[in-house]
């Protein structure tokens, strides 16, 4: 668990395409989790200056995988007790965004996001998301996306002063958002003697 708050730019000194090798100030232990640009990577080998992980087939299958080169964003999984200042982050990516517009404001920039129509439901005005894992408070639902406002001071402790328009980002949904839309779907299948049966239980 993870919180969107980033700690690290870390360096990508080699990505074979399963293994992703990283070198960072940050020190893991081994089989530690760790998130890179959003997703939760597991450690599995340590270095001098840094470490690996690798990634599954299933993991290169959803992920932006063309970013994990020059600098990432990390961030090491919480510990119980830790001050939560961002959002509660599982470090599964739902989708890809494309950002297709940015604008530069007074104080920060509004970033506009193009996202898979399969998330669309799960995004609220106000709502929290993750993108390549930084936690951000959605500013406007659009048609097909999102806009979200950055200040100064996440543009300069993060990347996003970097990105261009057509990067594709790594997309985390609330996790609250995602749970509250499987129990809606299950409430479709569910019978009074299903509820029955359930409140039996308990």
Known sequence: MFNGLIKEFAEVKEFSGNVLKIKAKYKPNLGDSVSINGACLSVTKLFNDGFSVELSSESRSVLAIENYKDKVHIEPAMRIGDR?????????????????????????????????????????????????????????????????????????????????????????????????????????ELTWEKVELISSLY
Not at 139 to 162: A, H, M, V, W, Y
Request: glycine share 8%; hydrophobic share 40%.
């Open 84 to 188: 939560i200042d961002g959002h509660l982050v599982q470090g599964h990516i739902d989708g890809i965004g494309v950002i297709y517009k940015i604008e530069k404001k007074e104080s920060g920039s509004d970033f506009f996001i193009e996202l898979p129509k399969k998330l669309m439901h799960l995004v609220a005005n106000k709502g929290s998301i993750c993108v390549d894992g930084v936690s951000l408070t959605i500013s406007e639902i659009l048609q097909n996306g999102i806009r979200i406002s950055i200040i100064p001071l996440t543009l300069k402790d993060t990347l996003f002063g970097e990105y261009r328009v057509n990067r594709r980002v790594n997309i985390e949904t609330d996790l609250l958002a995602r749970y509250v839309a499987r129990l809606i779907e299950c409430k479709k």
